[in-house]
């Protein structure tokens, strides 16, 4: 189970341009959120290798803000198995472009199903 786990790590990282600000000039918390969650489903997705649905997003923690002309990393690793749910933890740390420091900026807890094609729930393991 953890090296199933451990292949299913899903990583993105995305360059933060002025298209993706709001109006205080930091990464849009919806975009954000909306990237996580491409994130999670592919991490629970590998994972299962069945069709999932996003069933909840919990515990969303924007720590730090994030400013145009940083690197971001989502990152999204399975937390939790049971019966026909998976919790995927994912968490965005954010980096300077031309200096060595990262830190963590947002993490967050998604629940994802697994449905037949019928779209209902079915065992995950």
């Known amino acids: 189970m953890d090296e199933r786990i451990q292949k299913s790590e899903t ?13 205080h000039d ?32 919990d515990e969303v923690n924007f ?4 400013y145009s002309g940083t690197i971001v990393e ?5 937390s939790l198995i049971k019966n026909v749910k998976i919790k995927v933890h994912v968490e965005v740390y954010v980096e300077e472009m031309h200096a060595d420091n990262k ?12 449905i037949d094609n019928n779209n209902k729930p079915i065992q995950i393991t």
């Open 11 to 23: 990583r993105l990282c995305k360059l933060i341009s002025p298209k993706t600000l709001n109006d």
């Open 63 to 66: 720590l730090v803000p994030i």
């Open 103 to 114: 830190q963590k900026a947002i993490n967050a807890l998604f629940t994802f199903a697994a």
């Open 26 to 57: 930091t990464l849009f918390g919806g975009t954000a959120i909306q990237w996580m969650d491409e994130v999670a489903y592919i991490t629970a997705t590998r994972f299962s290798r069945k069709k999932m649905v996003t069933v909840s997003v």
């Open 74 to 78: 989502i990152i999204g690793k399975v």
